[in-house]
């Protein structure tokens, strides 16, 4: 590999390992908030112990999504030098501001976490979620210094110098709305398939007590309903996403529809290979006029295709097959929680109406979303390609020169992988150690009220 | 004072409040490597209960230094990022090595001890690698190549010059913690801990205090430009002793019972550190990076220097009862620091 691919695996392997653990980040707390809120209103002990536990496995994730966080924050800098000089001139008070939503953060799961004993509840249940704001609001950030790369404005180049600088114009850029909403509600949904797929797994599990079961059952179900009501919201923000694309960024529509003649009636196109030679995807299912009505919301809207564009500056052709496993998941997950739904509403006077396969199902549902967010963002980011902001700046030139990339790439690696095995292993044997009939107190006081999520 | 000294002022100040939490922050992961044996289990316990809650805020600074060097100095932040690639990558893997092993080790009883030796022994390394970068700012051990710096680390790593600055960084670093750690001690009313630290500390510091001045003199012989302003900013520097005299005094002379003496002793030896910092600040102006980047052609433009600045009197505004109510949450509470495990 040359250098700049070189300094592209190393960046992109650190953003893709942080974003695993900063999902969960902005997922967790909310979760944990959500528990704690019913908890207050129904008395109902479960809803504690959830937020106990879901606290217990975040704050060993929170570790490695800060530490990993800061990583990809100076490697920017490190990797992308030319880049972040623009940055700077530019579109700083992002990444500032975040610095502050992280002070938020920081300071109040210390709080939540470190003085819970301490402090009464109703301040318990602020600092969890002045957390999940803290949390969301980095996230939210984050992704507008992303979104600014995709839509720059702002400034004007003359002669690669910035001038005419209007910061917060830069700020509230064109990508913003949609690309912050997307973000949000897929990182909602995301967690909520993965704490309904520990609770099935738990479920699963033989040795259970019946008390153990009706709480894994609960979280089961708070989880599954936020999921599948975020995955609601996260498609249709998916969808003003793909029309933002159309609007600006139509290269990058095009690349993941596989289109290449620009057209009125342009249909959508499922899986199948995108094959530049003979300018078709080869093999996918064609659904006529499809796509048209998606970007333009006419069935004879015209929709851009690569020839209308000068082929060096094309995205790569593979990521048609990200942007379908990004959609397909996010269809099969919502179907499967309509239809989870639909069972527990037919099977009523079934205690446990899911049967086993559906539970083992759910098990999977959980790595597919995380599977989806990095999809997405993969097709975001190399969707961009050649370009590191858009019509800016090119990916090349903004490279470092100092030399050894390959052997960071290397030693980020094993780092990666140490930490991956490392926190596996310790939550693992955390909740090996603590299992949840530990946390379940039989003495626990009944609950007031009846549960207000099903 | 033009905006460019307003702005390197900030980044000083970042750079000083990350080097004392930050000091405070390693300097007590080693001291719990030091001292976990049997007899002195119970400053081990004052150091991990330090570190516990500290250790997300210390990072969160360390973030805001290299945006804030962005926002800032976009043109020093591009010469930077430029040749620290490796140094940069060392330390964050030592960082995140650090920390993630840190939390893990709460999770799970049995991987104490390793883990602390990892905290130990990282707890030195990475305020070493981060005194680097005050030498290869000093312009030593860079090459232009094809109109862009570049990082020789062969010079770098085989230049004497490099090891005076780590071992100043690393005697200030423990004498800095160890005098935190004895304060922290106190508060948690433990005096077999308060006196082990203050020993620590009583002889930590001339140590320190001689190597500044060996220091000193080989900045002398490898950088005499900034011998020359060193010296025009004698003042800083003498008050700087001053406060170091003051404090190693009220240490020598503190009693367990004598309370409000040793906090003075704490706060004399931060301001000592506070002034040879500015000191040294204005020695190296207008030099960001010797003689390659100077604040002021690498300073950022006036619409986004205003705007950075209302963003962080906003922000620190609103964030200010949040630090208060965490200050006396953990560190001033005696419930707190004092409780049984
Ligand atoms: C659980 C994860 C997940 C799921 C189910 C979906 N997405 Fe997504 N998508 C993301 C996770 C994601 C993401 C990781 O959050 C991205 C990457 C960059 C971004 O802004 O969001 C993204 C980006 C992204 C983009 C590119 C935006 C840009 O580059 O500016 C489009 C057009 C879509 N999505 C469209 C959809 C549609 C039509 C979906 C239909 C269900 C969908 N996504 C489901
Ligand atoms: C919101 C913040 C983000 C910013 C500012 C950002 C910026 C960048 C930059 C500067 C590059 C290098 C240029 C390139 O090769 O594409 C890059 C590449 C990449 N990014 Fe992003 N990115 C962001 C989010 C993400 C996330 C969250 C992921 C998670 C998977 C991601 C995945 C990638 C990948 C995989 C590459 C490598 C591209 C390649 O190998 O060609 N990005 N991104
Ligand atoms: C270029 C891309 C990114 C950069 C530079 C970046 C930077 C950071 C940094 C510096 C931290 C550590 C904060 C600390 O010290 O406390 C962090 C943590 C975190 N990041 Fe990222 N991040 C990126 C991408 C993302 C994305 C895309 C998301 C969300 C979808 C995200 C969400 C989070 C969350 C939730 C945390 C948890 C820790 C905390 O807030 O303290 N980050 N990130």
Same mark, same amino acid.
């Given at each position: 590999?040359d250098?700049?691919?070189?300094a592209r695996?190393?960046f992109g392997?650190?953003?893709g390992?942080?974003?695993? #653990? *900063?999902?969960?980040?902005?997922g967790?707390?909310?979760?944990v $908030? @959500?528990?704690?809120?019913?908890?207050?209103? &129904? %008395?109902?002990?479960? #809803? *504690?112990v959830m937020?106990?536990r879901?606290?217990?496995g975040? $704050? @060993?994730?929170l570790a490695?999504?800060?530490? &990993? %966080?800061?990583?990809?924050?100076?490697?920017?800098?490190?990797?992308?030098?030319?880049?972040?000089?623009l940055?700077?001139?530019?579109i700083?008070l992002?990444?500032?501001?975040?610095?502050?939503?992280?002070?938020?953060e920081a300071?109040?799961m210390?709080?939540?976490?470190?003085?819970?004993?301490?402090?009464?509840r109703?301040?318990?249940?602020l600092?969890?979620?002045?957390?999940?704001?803290g949390?969301?609001?980095?996230?939210?950030?984050?992704?507008?210094?992303?979104?600014?790369?995709?839509?720059?404005q702002g400034?004007r180049?003359?002669n690669?110098r910035?001038?005419?600088i209007?910061?917060?114009q830069?700020?509230?850029n064109?990508a913003?709305p949609?690309?912050?909403?997307?973000?949000?509600m897929?990182?909602y949904?995301a967690?909520g398939?993965v704490t309904?797929?520990?609770?099935?797994?738990?479920?699963l599990?033989?040795s259970h007590?019946?008390?153990?079961?009706?709480h894994q059952?609960?979280a089961?179900m708070?989880?599954?309903a936020?999921?599948?009501?975020f995955?609601?919201v996260?498609?249709?923000?998916?969808?003003?996403?793909?029309?933002?694309?159309?609007k600006y960024?139509?290269?990058?529509?095009?690349?993941?529809?596989?289109?290449?003649?620009t057209q009125a009636?342009?249909p959508?196109?499922?899986?199948?290979w995108v094959?530049?030679?003979r300018q078709?995807v080869?093999?996918?299912?064609?659904i006529?006029?499809?796509?048209s009505?998606?970007?333009t919301e006419?069935?004879d809207g015209v929709?851009?295709g690569?020839?209308s564009?000068?082929?060096?500056?094309?995205p790569p052709?593979?990521?048609?097959l990200f942007?379908?496993g990004?959609?397909?998941?996010?269809?099969?997950?919502i179907?499967?929680a309509?239809f989870?739904w639909l069972?527990k509403t037919l099977?009523?006077?079934h205690?446990?109406?899911?049967p086993?396969?559906?539970?083992?199902?759910?098990?999977?549902t959980?790595?597919?979303a995380?599977?989806a967010?990095e999809?997405g963002?993969i097709y975001?980011c190399?969707?961009?390609?050649?370009w590191?902001?858009?019509?800016?700046?090119?990916t090349?030139?903004?490279?470092?020169s100092a030399p050894?990339?390959g052997?960071?790439?290397?030693?980020f690696?094993?780092?990666?992988l140490l930490?991956?095995?490392g926190?596996i292993t310790?939550?693992?044997f955390y909740?090996?150690?603590?299992?949840?009939?530990?946390?379940?107190?039989?003495?626990?006081?009944?609950?007031?009220?009846?549960?207000?999520?099903? | 004072?033009?905006?460019?000294?307003?702005?390197?002022?900030?980044l000083?100040?970042i750079v000083f409040?990350?080097g004392?939490?930050?000091?405070?922050?390693?300097?007590?992961?080693?001291?719990?490597m030091v001292?976990?044996?049997?007899e002195?289990a119970?400053a081990?316990t004052?150091?991990?209960?330090?570190?516990s809650p500290?250790w997300?805020v210390?990072?969160?600074?360390?973030?805001?230094?290299s945006v804030s060097l962005?926002?800032?100095?976009?043109?020093?932040?591009?010469?930077?990022g430029?040749?620290?690639?490796?140094?940069?990558?060392?330390?964050?893997i030592?960082?995140t090595?650090r920390t993630?092993?840190m939390?893990?080790?709460?999770s799970?009883?049995?991987y104490?001890?390793?883990l602390?030796?990892i905290?130990?022994?990282?707890?030195?390394?990475i305020?070493?690698?981060?005194?680097s970068?005050f030498?290869?700012?000093?312009?030593?051990?860079?090459i232009q190549?094809h109109g862009r710096?570049t990082?020789?680390?062969?010079?770098?790593?085989s230049?004497?010059?490099t090891y005076?600055y780590i071992l100043?960084?690393?005697?200030s670093?423990?004498?800095?913690?160890?005098m935190?750690?004895?304060?922290?001690?106190?508060?948690?009313?433990d005096?077999?801990?308060?006196y082990?630290y203050r020993k620590q500390?009583?002889?930590?510091?001339?140590?320190?205090?001689?190597?500044?001045f060996?220091?000193?003199?080989?900045?002398a012989q490898?950088?005499?430009?900034?011998e020359?302003?060193?010296l025009?900013?004698w003042?800083?520097?003498?008050?700087?002793g001053g406060?170091?005299?003051l404090g190693y005094?009220l240490?020598?002379?503190?009693?367990?019972?004598?309370?409000?003496?040793?906090?003075?002793a704490v706060?004399?030896?931060v301001?000592q550190?506070?002034c040879a910092?500015?000191?040294?600040?204005?020695?190296h102006l207008?030099?960001l990076?010797?003689?390659y980047v100077?604040?002021?052609d690498s300073?950022?433009n006036?619409?986004?220097f205003r705007?950075l600045?209302?963003?962080l009197?906003?922000?620190?505004a609103?964030?200010f009862?949040?630090?208060?109510w965490f200050?006396?949450?953990?560190l001033?509470?005696?419930a707190y620091?004092?409780k049984?495990?």
């Amino acid at each position: 590999m040359d250098h700049v691919h070189l300094a592209r695996a190393l960046f992109g392997m650190s953003l893709g390992f942080h974003i695993i #653990y *900063a999902t969960l980040g902005v997922g967790i707390p909310f979760m944990v $908030t @959500v528990a704690e809120v019913s908890y207050a209103l &129904t %008395g109902d002990h479960d #809803y *504690a112990v959830m937020a106990k536990r879901w606290t217990r496995g975040f $704050t @060993v994730l929170l570790a490695v999504s800060i530490t &990993t %966080g800061t990583t990809v924050a100076l490697q920017l800098s490190l990797l992308w030098p030319k880049f972040m000089q623009l940055v700077g001139q530019v579109i700083a008070l992002p990444f500032l501001i975040e610095v502050f939503a992280f002070f938020l953060e920081a300071l109040f799961m210390s709080i939540y976490v470190y003085a819970a004993d301490r402090i009464p509840r109703r301040w318990r249940i602020l600092s969890v979620l002045l957390v999940a704001i803290g949390a969301a609001a980095s996230a939210l950030l984050i992704t507008d210094a992303n979104a600014f790369m995709n839509a720059p404005q702002g400034f004007r180049l003359v002669n690669g110098r910035a001038v005419d600088i209007h910061p917060w114009q830069a700020v509230f850029n064109r990508a913003l709305p949609t690309s912050d909403f997307h973000v949000m509600m897929t990182a909602y949904m995301a967690v909520g398939f993965v704490t309904a797929a520990i609770a099935a797994y738990g479920l699963l599990k033989k040795s259970h007590t019946e008390r153990e079961r009706k709480h894994q059952y609960k979280a089961l179900m708070l989880s599954l309903a936020l999921g599948g009501l975020f995955g609601l919201v996260a498609a249709i923000s998916g969808d003003s996403a793909g029309k933002y694309l159309a609007k600006y960024q139509p290269e990058k529509l095009a690349v993941a529809e596989g289109l290449f003649q620009t057209q009125a009636h342009a249909p959508l196109v499922i899986g199948g290979w995108v094959s530049g030679t003979r300018q078709d995807v080869i093999g996918g299912i064609k659904i006529p006029d499809f796509l048209s009505w998606l970007a333009t919301e006419r069935l004879d809207g015209v929709v851009l295709g690569l020839n209308s564009f000068p082929r060096d500056t094309w995205p790569p052709l593979f990521l048609h097959l990200f942007f379908d496993g990004m959609v397909g998941i996010g269809t099969l997950l919502i179907f499967f929680a309509i239809f989870a739904w639909l069972v527990k509403t037919l099977r009523k006077q079934h205690e446990y109406p899911f049967p086993n396969w559906m539970l083992g199902v759910t098990v999977l549902t959980g790595p597919l979303a995380m599977l989806a967010i990095e999809l997405g963002w993969i097709y975001a980011c190399i969707g961009r390609q050649p370009w590191i902001i858009y019509h800016v700046m090119r990916t090349a030139d903004a490279v470092t020169s100092a030399p050894y990339v390959g052997w960071m790439f290397v030693l980020f690696m094993l780092l990666y992988l140490l930490l991956a095995i490392g926190s596996i292993t310790v939550l693992r044997f955390y909740f090996s150690r603590h299992p949840l009939s530990d946390d379940i107190d039989p003495s626990a006081p009944k609950p007031r009220r009846v549960v207000w999520l099903p | 004072m033009t905006a460019a000294i307003w702005g390197i002022s900030l980044l000083w100040a970042i750079v000083f409040i990350y080097g004392i939490a930050g000091s405070i922050d390693f300097g007590a992961g080693f001291w719990a490597m030091v001292f976990f044996k049997e007899e002195h289990a119970s400053a081990a316990t004052i150091a991990n209960r330090y570190l516990s809650p500290l250790w997300e805020v210390t990072n969160v600074f360390l973030v805001l230094f290299s945006v804030s060097l962005v926002g800032l100095f976009p043109t020093a932040a591009f010469v930077f990022g430029n040749i620290l690639l490796v140094p940069g990558c060392l330390i964050l893997i030592f960082l995140t090595l650090r920390t993630v092993f840190m939390v893990y080790a709460h999770s799970i009883d049995r991987y104490q001890q390793p883990l602390r030796v990892i905290s130990g022994i990282t707890g030195v390394i990475i305020p070493a690698l981060l005194m680097s970068v005050f030498p290869i700012a000093q312009g030593n051990f860079l090459i232009q190549n094809h109109g862009r710096l570049t990082l020789s680390l062969t010079q770098l790593f085989s230049s004497p010059t490099t090891y005076v600055y780590i071992l100043l960084g690393l005697t200030s670093e423990l004498f800095l913690s160890a005098m935190l750690l004895a304060d922290y001690s106190r508060i948690a009313n433990d005096s077999t801990a308060f006196y082990l630290y203050r020993k620590q500390a009583i002889w930590l510091g001339p140590i320190n205090m001689v190597w500044a001045f060996i220091a000193f003199f080989w900045i002398a012989q490898s950088a005499p430009w900034l011998e020359k302003d060193m010296l025009s900013q004698w003042p800083w520097f003498l008050v700087s002793g001053g406060f170091f005299v003051l404090g190693y005094l009220l240490t020598v002379s503190t009693r367990e019972n004598l309370h409000l003496r040793f906090r003075l002793a704490v706060v004399s030896h931060v301001v000592q550190y506070g002034c040879a910092m500015i000191g040294y600040g204005r020695a190296h102006l207008p030099y960001l990076i010797y003689p390659y980047v100077t604040i002021q052609d690498s300073f950022t433009n006036s619409e986004m220097f205003r705007a950075l600045i209302v963003v962080l009197i906003l922000g620190i505004a609103i964030l200010f009862p949040g630090f208060i109510w965490f200050w006396r949450l953990f560190l001033e509470n005696r419930a707190y620091v004092s409780k049984e495990d």
